[in-house]
Every structure is written in C-alpha cells, then in structure tokens.
C-alpha cells in the first residue's frame, strides 16, 4: 500500500514539475537570453555561467560532473520572490532596514566601513568597535586560550 501511495505522490510531484517547466520555458524573456548568448567573455565561475547552466539543462548536458543544483532551484526561487515584492519595493525595504542596522549598531560602536555617501543598503560592511582586539579571530593574531 505505502508503495502504491509513494507512487501517486510521485506522479502528481513529477506532473507538477512538468508543468512548471513549461511555463519557465513560455515565460523565459528572449532580451535576457540574446545577452547571455553574445557574452563576449568566458565566465570565470560554473555557478552563475548561465550559458553553461541552459546547455546543462538542455540536450547537450554539457558538464559532466553535479551541476550546483541546489544553488540553481536557490536562484530561481530568489528571482521569483523579488519579482513577487517588486523591485521598487524591495530597494525600499532595503533602505529602511540599513538604517535601522545603523541606529542600533552605532550607539555601541560599530562603525559602517564605507563612507557614508557611498553605502549600499543592501551591503553593511563594519568594523570592531575599538575596545573589541579583532586579530585572534581573523587569524593576524595570538590564538584565542
């Protein structure tokens, strides 16, 4: 019975994913894929060769060892989330939580790494306050006993 069970959860699980696939394939916007495909220059990493992931995918299956499929579905489902807030949105919620990162982190000394005019929200590099020594943890200093 469990058998039986697993195999209609397989079945509709496996529908469900051909479905969605073709509704990638109708919706996939043919500017973006004339970009990718006039690369001029090769792309340094497999993780975001976006030529080479579409080849993977496709008939050719180009690269011979486990495509970072987990970080492929991760991208996909960040991409469909921002398009689901909104860009204009989500720079804004951006915004709103970088200043709020600095009025808390700045009254106890944690300073923003970038001049002020040129932070990007989304992007809070800092530094140790002054009284925290940070070498033994960044391996410049004595091991930590």
């Given at each position: 019975m469990l058998g039986i069970c697993a195999e209609g959860v397989l079945s509709k699980c496996s529908?469900?994913?051909?479905?969605?696939?073709e509704h990638d394939r109708r919706s996939?916007?043919?500017?973006?894929e004339q970009i990718i495909a006039a690369r001029k220059t090769k792309v340094q990493s497999w993780y975001l060769d976006m030529s080479m992931i579409?080849?993977?995918?496709?008939r050719e299956r180009l690269y011979h060892h486990t495509a970072p499929v987990n970080m492929i579905y991760g991208l996909h489902e960040a991409l469909r989330i921002v398009l689901e807030e909104g860009?204009?949105?989500?720079?804004?919620r951006h915004r709103?939580?970088?200043?709020?990162?600095?009025?808390?982190?700045?009254?106890?000394?944690i300073r923003f790494l970038a001049d002020p005019d040129h932070q990007l929200p989304m992007l809070n590099?800092?530094?140790?306050?002054?009284?925290?020594?940070?070498a033994p943890s960044t391996g410049n200093g004595p091991p930590v006993q």
């Open positions: 529908a469900r994913l051909r479905r969605r696939r996939q916007r043919p500017a973006a579409r080849r993977y995918w496709g860009l204009p949105a989500r720079w804004d709103r939580v970088h200043r709020l990162l600095r009025a808390e982190l700045e009254p106890i000394g590099a800092v530094t140790a306050p002054d009284r925290v020594d940070e």
